[in-house]
């Protein structure tokens, strides 16, 4: 039984979370400044349950990965990569980890798919679906450094630095929504045309 995707779902769960208290955060600074207290105080008690209900998720999720290895067969951790925990100060060895190149094209696609521009949520969503067969269990583990993040998130995090960097995405994006350039559109047409 593969219990490897349930810690990536509850994830996404936390991160909606997170998206929800955002929203109901700008809504309530909203109703604040036009002096709707009441409605301001209502989304504040709204925000505290959403948190409150998160912070219950997050505990399931730290459940859940002790249960995970306490199920694991003898099989299975054999099967698994390196953990983390034996490379916290060193270069990780090579192939063992998904590459930044290797995550630009589907980085890529999932902001052509978006229509060229999407918040980073529904971005790392796409990329989860279309590289979930791909990314390895190493790829799956948090980071030393720290805990709350993801290894293949934050190499996705990395390799749009350097598609801004190439000029394949935009340097002057709102914080948080990633977009496309002209000449991003042409390096993913082109790279179609190659897997053709």
Sequence with gaps: MDHSNVVPIIDSLIEEFDRVIEELNQEGARRFFTSDYSQAKEILIDVEEVASLKERVSKLREEWKKLD????????IEKKNVDSRK????????????REEDLEVPLLLALDSLGGTGDIHDVMNIIESLLAKDLSDFDWQTLPSDPNSIRWKNTVHWARAALVEKGL?????PRGIWEITEAGRVALNESKKKQE
């Design 69 to 76: 290895l306490s199920i694991s067969t003898t099989k299975d």
């Design 87 to 98: 490379f916290p100060k060193s270069k990780i060895p090579k192939g063992l980890r998904t």
């Design 169 to 173: 995405l935009s340097k002057t994006s």
